[in-house]
């Protein structure tokens, strides 16, 4: 909201005793304040809002949680889709002009879910995301959230949840289905399906300054009910032979590597790769021209690769 909205509303949760809505105004004001680096003030206010003792609640996200990552590329950098790209852009834009949109009575879109194989810029684009929207970047452990007890993983993403809201930030979930499985399936236990619940609960709780991206592989695993929840969906498939070509002439120019064939000729021989094994492609060739200069021979290296590789290629 606007300062002043933050104010209106938080005089109407004190004149009316509303508990509920004076807690997400302060959350609010307090995620406000963090976002200008008033780390001191929000600090305080959360130690109001709480009515405990001061935690460092600043290590608990970063350590206990999640990993904390400093965004370092954006979105304009990346080979996306036309349409993910602008539902990014969409996306970005309505968080950096929200206090327009609060004043017509509504909210930034937050939920994201992206899908896709593997290797194509899920994780990449999440950070991007917190780039773009000058955020910062929580990637949730999950072998810190996933507890082998009974109730025990719902209330860690409830503990979870209660830390992040208070702040301005990307929540990143890689592999989602590994917590938001189909609750339909016979083979699951009552505990999933009561950790799907919790989570599908906790993420509507969630103020729209936190912005949720999950990613997953296998989006036909997922539960019905989660695909309903996410505002934004992006799909992230296997690219195209032009844009494995643009991705080649980006990486020519980069690393200066003179490659003797046209780009456009080797896309074609790479197609159906993900841009993750085109890199990695492309890589192991630099790695061997620096090693046999000065007589390297970039066609014969290229040629080489491409027999190596035959078997994935065929896939």
Same mark, same amino acid.
């Given at each position: ?25 302060? *959350? ?22 709480? =009515? ?12 206990? #949680? ?16 036309? %349409? ?6 969409? %996306? ?31 994780? =990449? ?34 503990? /979870? ?29 009552? *505990? ?5 619940? =919790? ?27 989660? #695909? ?22 980006? $990486? ?6 003179? /490659? ?14 993900? $841009?993750? *094994? ?16 000065? *007589? ?9 690769? /491409? ?9």
């Amino acid at each position: 909201m606007a300062r002043s909205d933050l104010l209106v509303s938080l005089v109407r949760a004190g004149a009316s005793g509303d508990e509920a809505l004076f807690r997400k105004t302060v *959350e609010a004001i307090i995620a406000e304040e963090r976002a200008k680096r008033h780390n001191l003030l929000a600090d305080e206010l959360m130690v109001h809002l709480r =009515s405990t003792r001061v935690i460092d609640e600043q290590s608990r996200v970063k350590n206990r #949680w999640v990993h904390a990552v400093e965004p370092r590329r954006s979105i304009s950098s990346l080979f996306l889709p036309v %349409l993910a790209s602008a539902a990014c852009q969409e %996306l970005v834009e309505e968080h950096h002009r929200r206090d327009l949109l609060r004043s017509h009575g509504l909210e930034p879109r937050h939920r994201v879910l992206l899908s896709g194989p593997p290797g194509n810029g899920k994780t =990449s684009l999440a950070e991007a995301l917190a780039y773009d929207l000058m955020a910062d970047l929580y990637v949730v452990r999950y072998d810190a959230v996933i507890g082998s007890y009974l109730g025990e993983t719902a209330s860690r993403l409830a503990e /979870l949840f209660s830390e992040v809201r208070t702040r301005r930030c990307v929540l990143f979930f890689d592999e989602f289905d590994t917590l938001g499985k189909e609750r339909g399936d016979l083979q699951e236990t009552g *505990e999933v399906k009561r950790v799907v619940s =919790s989570l599908l609960l906790q993420i509507d709780a969630l103020p729209s300054h936190v912005v949720v991206v999950t990613a997953t592989n296998h989006p036909e695993l997922l539960d019905r009910a989660v #695909w309903r929840r996410f505002q934004v969906q992006i799909e992230l498939p296997n690219p195209k032979p032009a844009q494995i070509r643009d991705w080649i002439e980006t $990486f020519q120019k980069s690393s200066e590597l003179p /490659l003797n064939t046209s780009p456009k000729t080797l896309s074609s021989k790479l197609s159906g790769l993900s $841009f993750a *094994e085109v890199e990695e492609f492309f890589l192991d060739i630099q790695r061997r021209y620096v090693l046999q200069q000065p *007589e390297a021979d970039m066609k014969a290296l290229i040629s080489q690769r /491409l027999k190596q590789w035959a078997s994935r290629l065929k896939s």
